[in-house]
């Protein structure tokens, strides 16, 4: 990853008519795989975990990475379309081109984390440790697509943060929204190879509506490493590229209107 930006977005319409072009898009890409354990199960009725995350959670190219509330999915789906009708940028969106994490527990917990296997009921304990194994999973496989994207759109909504410093310090109850934005502040910074060679040549990321009787648990999120955009920065940005290029040019014009915050 090299910039990362806190998208803030008002509850409008205005992407709506993307959202066709960014699921297009995704249904193209989505990782071809059954609700299945496949060939993951070894002779001895145990896993391989890295077959498993191979198959449930696959690198894939994207130019932007889109951290977003899975109740914005429809909103993520629709700014992808935008990035790319207009701009030719590619967007990671997780639920779009993974399979859910949560169909890959349940497989696991139905095989192995039974009482009973004439019962429904799961053993706590060995519930605790598929829901550890799959997590790690995920987390491994998040942090690897963030690394492997140049860029990074927080999308910032009522449903992602509340409270707090607007575009500063928030709170979100999400427990992989704050992870993406923690590994955001603290994965390597990887300029891309367009800048390398000019410095040289210049000799220079399916939770459901939290009830009152559910877990809920909130996280400050710091969000002050990501430059802080709006959907009208978005519309300027796609103005000043007459025409859309894959990659490089559309990124480095991004880059230029809006740089990286000061760190104090």
Known sequence: MYRGYNLLMPEDHFFDSFYAVGRKSFDQRKSALEDTLGGSIRDDGSLEGSKLREAWFP??????????????????IKLAGFLEEHLGLTAFVDSCVWSYADKLLKLIDNDYCRE?????????TLRNCSTAHVHAMLSTAITAMMDNSECLFFLNTPKSTHGGTPGKISETNSPWIFYEIEISGVIRRNKPTRYRRMDESALTNLSKTASYN???????????HLAPISKDDLIGWAKKIRAPQRGAPVLDTLYDLFPEPRQP
């Open 214 to 224: 559910k877990l809920k648990i909130s996280y400050d999120v710091n969000l002050s």
């Open 116 to 124: 009973d296997k004439a019962k429904e009921t799961y053993d706590y």
């Open 59 to 76: 690198k894939v190219y994207s130019d932007v990475f889109i951290s977003h509330s899975h109740q914005d999915e429809p909103l993520a």
